[in-house]
Each structure stands twice: as structure tokens, then as C-alpha cells.
């Protein structure tokens, strides 16, 4: 089996989620508007917005509120059973920043079937690519996939699970740069999984 790497992103991919990205007028300070997740996707800010993220590091809004996509943890589980066999590896990339409890939001998962936790103790590693300053999303996810790449041999083959297209264009940017390894891009659309040009 050809070792693969793969990086599955959480909020409308993973799970359904409902935390709301606020749209503030920098300069009155006041709420403009309320964005989802996939509306934030294509959203461009005037000079004159700015984003408040903070629903996205509240543990209770995402344990109160998430579904599980089961297909996609099927997947997931999947692809983590094949890193016990093989030199293979499967994330959980998300572009949030940390939780405000990062024990209960791990359990949340591991309640869903996920073995969430530090990639030295053998379980899915979550990556928080809000956690990186500058760029937007999808260059945070392309030079977090990018750095786990460099000088690294041993995979063939990586992929992407996202609902954003922005964030899989990117990453097929990549082949530009490796293009001795195949990448595998796939989008989530209303639950639905499906390859990416």
C-alpha cells in the first residue's frame, strides 16, 4: 500500500457545525452581520470590517451544536486504522485557533469514534491552523501541508477532505512543488463526498 498523508478539516466537513463568524465595522465597533462558516468562505471584507472568530474557540458552542458527518468519520476511521499497518498518517486539520477546553473537545470526538489526541501517543493529531499569524485560511493549511512535506520522502500520496473550495485550490498548488507525489483532493458538499478537479 502506498503510504499516504492526509489532513481532514472539521467544521462542515468533519462535523456540522454552527458557530458564527461576527462581521465588526472597525470604525464604530458595531456587528455589521453574522456569517457561517461556508458564507465566511467566499466573503470579502471591506477595509473597513474586521472579523471577531470567538465562537470558533468556545467548546460548548461546538459540543452543544455539531452533527457528525458519519460518512466522513467512517473515512476518517478508515484511513486511521491503515497508519496502524503502514508508514501512512491522517490528521485533523482545522482553521480554528485552540479551544477554550481542549480536554472536553477531545472527548467530544473521541465520543464520536474519533481517537483524538497527541500523534506520539498513536492517535489523530488536530492541527489549529488559526493558531498561525498571516494569511488567509487556505495559505495557512497550504504551508502547514507544505512544512509536513518538506524533505519527506516516505508518502506517496497526500490528501485533503474540505467543504472550501478556496482551501483545495491551494492545495493542488502543490503539485507544482512535489510532483512525484499524486494529491488527492476531495470536497464535502452538504455531507456529500466527492473527488475535486
Not at 499524486?182 to 456529500?192: M, W, Y
Amino acid at each position: 500500500m502506498t503510504n499516504t498523508i492526509t489532513f481532514i478539516d472539521i467544521d462542515e466537513t468533519l462535523f456540522f457545525t454552527k458557530a458564527n463568524i461576527r462581521v465588526i465595522s472597525k470604525i464604530t465597533g458595531k456587528l455589521l452581520k453574522t456569517l457561517t462558516n461556508q458564507e465566511y468562505n467566499a466573503y470579502i471584507a471591506s477595509q473597513d470590517e474586521t472579523f471577531d472568530f470567538s465562537e470558533f474557540v468556545d467548546t460548548d458552542v461546538f459540543v452543544n451544536t455539531s452533527i457528525p458527518n458519519l460518512p466522513m468519520i467512517k473515512i476518517l476511521q478508515d484511513l486511521f486504522e491503515q497508519t496502524k499497518t503502514t508508514n501512512s498518517e491522517v490528521y485533523l486539520l482545522t482553521a480554528r485557533q485552540d479551544f477554550d477546553d481542549k480536554d472536553r473537545f477531545l472527548e467530544f470526538l473521541v465520543k464520536h469514534g474519533i481517537e483524538a489526541g497527541h500523534k506520539d501517543d498513536q492517535k489523530v493529531h488536530v492541527i489549529r491552523a488559526g493558531n498561525i499569524p498571516g494569511f488567509d485560511n487556505a495559505g495557512k493549511k497550504y504551508h502547514i501541508i507544505k512544512k509536513m512535506l518538506e524533505g519527506n520522502e516516505q508518502f506517496k500520496t497526500v490528501k485533503l477532505y474540505d467543504d472550501s473550495v478556496q482551501n483545495l485550490d491551494t492545495f493542488t498548488d502543490l503539485r507544482l512543488d512535489y510532483p512525484e507525489k499524486t494529491f488527492e483532493p476531495f470536497i464535502i458538499k452538504e455531507g456529500t463526498i466527492r473527488d475535486f478537479k
